[in-house]
T-cell receptor, first 109, second 112 residues
């Protein structure tokens, strides 16, 4: 099984940077996903890491260290529309996804 | 493409009633999934399907049934609704099991 931990809430100011950490314990690792979920909406795909290192996609970057069981999602130049929940999900050897409880990010003006 | 669609958006059920949550995707994806999301908890996999006619249990299958007669549709059936099934239900699909899953807008279910 999987055990995935991420902070419950984070608050940051518009234009700032926020880093959301995710730690996991898994019996078999086959990739890590980050999803964004606005209140009352479906999760939408943000990023995917399967190898160690940093993946950059515009204002969003995601980092993975498999040996440490650790990932982070970095949100730069925060905008009000970035206020949402961010879900860390780990895929196991059978390609099943297990999700963390999500981190609610609030962006303040 | 509409992507993944779900109906209804919201439903109130009485204890013991039954209902079917509908899920349709128009991306010709082989894999389809049902999750439930409870407040403060991560999404939990209920059932999944790797293609028409093939389904399998996920982490929390008790109280639910599924069928997959076509590639497009993957309905979730609740036979005897219980308050513990109050949740938001998301359907998702992917072309292959190692590819990104795309989610529908969700069905909010309240069992009283």
């Amino acid at each position: 099984g999987q055990n995935i931990d991420q902070p419950t809430e984070m608050t940051a100011t518009e234009g700032a940077i926020v880093q959301i950490n995710c730690t996991y314990q898994t019996s078999g690792f086959n990739g890590l996903f980050w999803y964004q979920q606005h209140a009352g909406e479906a999760p939408t795909f943000l990023s995917y890491n399967v190898l160690d290192g940093l993946e950059e996609k515009g204002r969003f970057s995601s980092f993975l260290s498999r040996s440490k069981g650790y990932s982070y999602l970095l949100l730069k130049e925060l905008q009000m529309k970035d206020s949402a929940s961010y879900l860390c999900a780990v895929r196991d050897r059978d390609y099943k996804l297990s999700f963390g409880a999500g981190t609610t990010v609030t962006v303040r003006a | 493409n509409a992507g993944v669609t779900q109906t209804p958006k919201f439903r109130i059920l009485k204890i013991g009633q039954s209902m079917t949550l509908q899920c349709t995707q128009d991306m010709n994806h082989n894999y389809m999934y049902w999750y439930r999301q409870d407040p403060g908890m991560g999404l939990k996999l209920i059932y999944y399907s790797v293609g028409a006619g093939i389904t399998d249990k996920g982490e929390v299958p008790n109280g639910y049934n599924v069928s997959r007669s076509t590639t497009e549709d993957f309905p979730l059936r609740l036979e005897l609704a219980a308050p513990s099934q109050t949740s938001v239900y998301f359907c998702a699909s992917s072309m292959r099991d190692w590819e990104t899953q795309y989610f529908g807008p969700g069905t909010r279910l309240l069992v009283l």
